[in-house]
């Protein structure tokens, strides 16, 4: 009976450490490119990415709207990115840089170089 | 699966290209809308007499360029739209698009524009651009070739038939997170342009972005626009069109009378309807009916203005 109970308990005690492990999904930024944004149904994703000092990070628009990727500081500017188009930009610099799509200004995000 | 499906919803478009049906013409009495059934004007020419000759007909959202399932034929609805108001009783005097004239303000995508824009049989063509206009790096490609009227600055005024025409630009100086930006340079030349015009004098102002607030979350207005209704407000008629959410939003304030035009090449949601202002897929045979154009006679001339929205199908 005692060692039953211990059973199911460690059953038990097994499934929250197995559900935790199913909650945990990794986002974008912890696979191994780490230097993607995307922007999808009129969302940057993720936000902020933290990236390394000489880092080109690239936008992917996902969306069946164009989407622009401009930096608040006029440091980088994309065209208009079309269904699965990309834009790309190194970072040299450590800072902090906020950027902005000009066609849907909701749209906002921000890059951490370190 | 969706081959079948387009070729046929253009044709039964074609079909419907008869001038009139689903529209309705909205006559201003005493500010207000009064909706009276289109067919009158297109059927019966003492009826559409009374209702005065139209001013001008205004397109919007034509986005050359854009390709996706909610209409893989943006060209092909311009056309029809064009072939519309070339089959008018009374010819409009001008055309004014209220932006968005390409998808992705590519060379290629303006040239297409223009060139389908020849085929109008009203030749005289006011422009405002779109954001969709203004995203090039250099934002030269918009400018280069209707920056003439506004000496590249966007907002411009004209006189036609004793109806003030002003042009303002609201796309380009976004603030993020925010609405559309008109601008203080750009308010204060409203501002001496207005000055000393008598109050009686008709007022037709058009930009790309809605000028009252429809809905924020989605950037559907501008942020500074009451800084110009301040200066609007003192005349007696003043009708206010812009374009951009691909869809009929309208109302009035006091003489100030606000309208948003459909677009002719794919409709967007309701407000807050879905993630976001995107592209909204209907049925081929439904998508006619959800584009069209706003066209404006003087009634009572020169005191009002009546609009007029037709649809494709």
Not at chain 1, 49 to 66: C, I, M, Q, R
Request: net charge negative; proline share 5%; glycine share 10%.
């Amino acid at each position: 009976m005692n060692s039953r109970r211990t059973q199911m308990l460690l059953t038990a005690v097994g499934l929250v450490i197995l559900g935790a492990m199913e909650v945990y999904v990794p986002s974008i930024a912890d696979t191994a490119d780490s230097t993607k944004i995307v922007a999808k149904d009129f969302m940057f994703n993720p936000t902020p990415l933290t990236v390394k000092a000489g880092s080109t990070v690239t936008w992917t628009n996902l969306d069946d709207e164009p989407h622009t990727v401009v930096s608040d500081t006029g440091l980088f500017k994309s065209g208009g990115m079309d269904t699965n188009e990309s834009y790309s930009f190194k970072f040299e610099r450590p800072g902090t840089y906020h950027f902005t799509c000009s066609i849907h200004p909701r749209m906002v995000g921000t890059v951490v170089v370190q | 699966m969706s081959d079948d499906k387009y070729p046929l919803s253009r044709r039964n478009a074609l079909k419907c290209m008869a001038y009139g049906g689903a529209g309705t013409l909205f006559a201003l009495s005493g500010g207000v809308f009064t909706p009276i059934d289109l067919a009158i004007a297109a059927s019966d020419r003492q009826g559409a007499a009374k209702f005065g000759k139209p001013l001008f007909v205004q397109i919007s959202d034509t986005h050359i360029g854009f390709n996706k399932e909610a209409n893989p034929d943006v060209a092909g609805t311009l056309s029809q739209t064009i072939n519309i108001v070339n089959g008018m009783v009374d010819q409009p005097a001008l055309i004014i698009h209220t932006g968005d004239i390409t998808h992705l303000s590519k060379p290629a995508e303006f040239d297409l524009a223009q060139q389908l824009f020849t085929h109008l049989r009203t030749t005289e063509m006011h422009t405002v651009p779109g954001e969709h206009d203004t995203t090039d790096a250099t934002v030269t490609e918009y400018f280069s070739r209707f920056g003439k009227a506004s000496d590249n600055k966007g907002y411009y005024s004209f006189d036609h038939a004793g109806v003030h025409f002003i042009g303002l630009i609201n796309v380009l100086q976004f603030k993020p997170g925010g609405l559309g930006t008109l601008g203080e340079e750009q308010l204060a030349w409203v501002a001496a342009d207005l000055k000393g015009r008598s109050s009686s004098t008709p007022i037709v102002v058009f930009a790309h972005m809605p000028l009252w607030t429809i809905y924020e979350p989605w950037g559907w207005g501008t942020g500074d626009a009451d800084q110009l209704m301040n200066q609007l407000r003192r005349f007696g008629s003043v009708t206010v069109l812009n374009g951009h959410i691909h869809q009929i939003v309208q109302k009035v304030e006091g003489n100030i009378t606000f309208h948003t035009a459909r677009s002719t090449s794919y409709p967007q949601p309701l407000a807050g309807v879905g993630s976001g202002p995107g592209p909204l897929k209907v049925p081929g045979d439904q998508l006619g009916a959800m584009l069209g154009i706003t066209s404006v006679n003087v009634v009572k001339h020169p005191s009002a203005l009546a609009l007029n929205d037709t649809a494709l199908a």
